[in-house]
């Protein structure tokens, strides 16, 4: 059987889909890229906001339109908040809510009498993770939330906090890098909380993996500004970690922090962006700021603005707020209207887009070694243009030889120029 697997939203899906992926070659089936040609179609769906549940109908009713023969199994939030409507949509076979994912193989196999063949099984990883383009794999590593801000509806949909044991995640690591994977990254709906189910922490994790795995890159993804451990600091001296953290701050304005039942002042924020800069050269800070949250007033809106652009930021997931049914923040008074919340929006991204270029030129004439990816551009005179990320997760791009593959290698590149999306790079391996 052809599996096609496919996600929307955040890493911790992605993260979901390869162990999903490794879980039906083990009893036998064959991963796809072409969805077209599968014969069961998995999709991982998203509800973070309106706009992402309505693009999961649309994308299983596409999938649908474009293969009717196949099986569907639909998985992820928004199959999760809206079991009803999502088993009611055209050619949907079956639905796997958060709390069985780790049970969805099975449970599809068995529920939609799809027979497995184990002696045909192939072996799991290079196959289901290079085929679908990836050189860096997600590792799951907890899931679920004990806080509750106000505009969030992943915390309902994905439950309480829930860890998985280190030598879980190290077996798991251990085994991506048997099968030629260099790079990983350790995901979560709330990162920072692993191990208050186990009794240890992050760092914890961290030195495990580092102590326990040869795995030569290791990455952490979205990570909330607080819980950070004392010695989490001091453990990206270690060059297998890398310099670059993901913090969403979401307003730089304590008064809408405060409605937004954020645990992280804008002065404590600060502080840690300004301690992680200080120690490790060169280290990127990314983040995610909402735009037009309800009651958010001209003043509250510069005082964010300004807190932004003092702090600098690498890069800026900009969303612009829109009410969200299911949380405390849609019955707030004072919703804003769509002319203020578009205005904001664009002074918003015209900033970010400043920062980010100031910061790919901070960073021309510094020499990187770079994971090479799979992807390339055809060029003329027989030449291709390759990418790849930096330590500090800048993406490179650099012009070769065809004949060249610098596929899933980790080679040294200087920066010595910038473009719209990336930075320029000359190889020097």
């Not at 549940?53 to 998985?75: E, M, Y």
């Not at 780790?102 to 002696?119: G, H, I, R, Y």
Request: hydrophobic letters at 40%; aromatic letters at 8%.
């Amino acid at each position: 059987m052809k599996v096609h697997l496919k996600s929307l939203g955040c890493r911790l899906n992605e993260a979901e889909l390869e162990t999903w992926a490794q879980a039906f070659q083990k009893f036998g089936h064959q991963i796809t890229t072409q969805a077209e040609a599968a014969n069961l179609i998995v999709l991982n769906s998203c509800a973070v906001t309106q706009d992402a549940a309505r693009k999961s109908r649309q994308l299983i009713r596409r999938i649908h339109r474009d293969n009717p023969q196949a099986k569907l199994v639909v998985s992820g939030c928004y199959a999760t908040l809206n079991e009803d409507e999502a088993s009611a949509l055209l050619g949907v076979d079956l639905i796997v809510s958060n709390k069985d994912k780790d049970q969805l193989v099975e449970k599809t196999l068995a529920e939609l009498n799809m027979d497995s063949m184990p002696s045909l099984s192939t072996e799991p990883g290079e196959i289901s993770l290079f085929t679908r383009g990836r050189q860096r794999a997600f590792v799951k590593v907890q899931d679920g939330c004990r806080y509750r801000c106000t505009f969030c509806i992943v915390t309902v949909a994905r439950g309480e906090e829930n860890s998985r044991p280190v030598q879980a995640v190290i077996e798991e690591i251990n085994a991506l890098y048997q099968q030629g994977i260099t790079e990983v990254i350790l995901t979560g709906v709330h990162l920072g909380g692993y191990g208050s189910d186990l009794g240890n922490n992050l760092s914890d994790l961290i030195k495990a993996i580092l102590a326990e795995t040869d795995i030569p890159r290791l990455r952490l993804g979205s990570l909330e500004p607080w819980e950070l451990p004392e010695d989490f600091f001091e453990l990206f001296y270690n060059p297998r970690l890398m310099p670059h953290l993901h913090l969403p701050l979401q307003s730089g304005s304590d008064t809408v922090l405060r409605r937004m039942a954020r645990r992280c002042k804008t002065e404590e924020f600060a502080a840690i962006v300004q301690k992680l800069r200080a120690q490790i050269l060169d280290f990127n800070v990314t983040t995610d700021i909402i735009v037009g949250f309800p009651g958010e007033t001209e003043q509250e809106w510069q005082e964010s603005f300004d807190f932004i652009k003092k702090v600098v930021f690498g890069h800026i997931h900009i969303f612009t707020y829109s009410s969200r049914e299911g949380t405390k923040a849609a019955g707030l008074p004072d919703q804003l209207t769509n002319d203020i919340k578009k205005q904001r929006s664009k002074q918003l991204h015209d900033l970010a887009e400043q920062m980010k270029l100031k910061f790919f030129a901070d960073n021309i004439g510094k020499e990187f070694k770079v994971l090479w990816e799979g992807y390339s551009e055809a060029l003329d005179n027989g030449k291709q243009r390759v990418f790849g990320y930096t330590p500090n997760y800048l993406r490179v791009g650099c012009v070769i030889d065809k004949d060249i593959s610098v596929e899933n290698q980790t080679l040294s590149c200087r920066v010595t120029a910038v473009e719209e999306s990336s930075v320029v790079g000359e190889l020097l391996d």
